[in-house]
């Protein structure tokens, strides 16, 4: 028997935009430990990194976030 947090699709977008903010604010977290920069980004074209990165159906891309070093430095 499954057991799921979320039984509608309102409560699904609320938990998982909740996780993705503690997913990025750890990735921004370590990025600032390792000097390194990152930003998240929004614009991404979400149907075409679904099938690049082979995401099973109920997986859903919601932001992209990109690390690297800074040219300034």
């Known amino acids: 028997?499954?057991?799921?947090?979320?039984k509608d699709d309102n409560r699904k977008w609320f938990v998982s935009g909740t996780d993705t903010g503690f997913i990025s604010q750890?990735?921004?977290?370590?990025s600032?430990?390792?000097?390194?920069n990152t930003v998240v980004l929004g614009?991404?074209?979400?149907?075409?990194?679904?099938?690049?990165?082979?995401?099973?159906?109920?997986?859903?891309v919601v932001y992209?976030?990109?690390?690297?070093k800074s040219f300034d430095e």
């Open 43 to 60: 614009l991404v074209h979400r149907d075409k990194l679904h099938k690049i990165i082979a995401l099973k159906e109920c997986e859903k």
């Open 1 to 6: 028997m499954k057991t799921y947090l979320a």
């Open 32 to 36: 600032a430990a390792a000097k390194l």
């Open 64 to 68: 992209t976030q990109v690390v690297g």
């Open 26 to 30: 750890n990735v921004y977290l370590y």
